[in-house]
């Protein structure tokens, strides 16, 4: 934990230590928890990897409750992030924010670096992006050290379920896919975030991600019915050239 928790001023180090938020004074990253009868909580975890994305898991590996020791509430990751890879994972005891996020998850956008083997270039990324129905684009390279790198990252930005078919493609292209890492989830990101460690966010941030599709709902109702008055103004134009009654 590092520090992360600290009940009565004393850093919680061991699974299980139990707390009563009524009279102890817990913080959980660096903020006071209250006590407050079905608090929402809402957090934003920077998952290692070989982690279960997961509370428990029966073959004793570690999950996310081994990132979450001291909190005490309840909570439950929304989506899920593969047991190899890392990066950001969303967790909340919001029932109603979740079932919304999952029931929408296919338009809410995910953003990954990944790290393949060798290296790919800016055709490679257009035709491959184009391919899978993906936008990839090169980063800086945070293990490149001195001349160029072996194997190089890139940001990849996806809906819906991509992974796999970026995975087999990949693969088909003879750059196999090796580290895979979510930075970003709608608009939240993991940035500032230490791997192993979690942040607590605010409601209204949080409700960002149940937001979305109505958002871009709008915005294409907006874009129809500009389109849609763009069209009659043409179409009351070209009825005065010929002199018809408009």
């Not at 083997?117 to 390279?141: A, P, S, Y």
């Not at 490149?144 to 493609?169: C, H, I, P, Q």
């Not at 709608?186 to 941030?205: C, D, K, M, N, S």
Request: proline share 3%.
């Amino acid at each position: 934990m590092s520090g992360q928790v600290r009940v009565n001023g004393r850093v919680v180090k061991e699974l299980g230590t139990k707390a009563d938020a009524a009279k102890d004074r817990i913080e959980a990253a660096g903020k006071v928890v209250e006590a407050k009868e079905g608090r929402r909580v809402y957090i934003l975890l920077n998952k290692p990897p070989e982690v279960v994305s997961a509370m428990a898991d029966a073959e004793g590996r570690k999950t996310l409750r081994n990132c979450l020791r001291g909190l005490p509430e309840r909570v439950f990751p929304v989506g899920n992030l593969e047991y190899a890879a890392s990066g950001l994972v969303f967790l909340t005891n919001d029932g109603d924010l979740a079932a919304e996020m999952l029931k929408n998850w296919a338009h809410l956008e995910q953003v990954y670096h990944v790290k393949v083997k060798g290296m790919l270039t800016l055709l490679d990324l257009e035709r491959i992006g184009k391919e899978i129905g993906v936008r990839m684009q090169t980063v800086r390279q945070p293990d490149a050290t001195r001349g160029r790198a072996a194997n190089f990252w890139y940001e990849v930005r996806m809906r819906d379920s991509k992974k796999e078919e970026l995975r087999r493609v990949l693969f088909k292209e003879m750059h196999p896919l090796e580290k895979l890492k979510r930075i970003g989830l709608g608009a939240l990101t993991v940035e500032g975030i230490p791997r192993g460690r979690y942040r607590l966010i605010e409601q209204r941030e949080a409700e960002k991600l149940g937001k979305f599709e109505k958002a871009d709902e709008g915005r294409g109702e907006k874009r129809k019915g500009n389109l849609t008055q763009r069209s009659q103004r043409a179409q009351r134009a070209q009825r005065r050239e010929r002199k018809e009654p408009v």
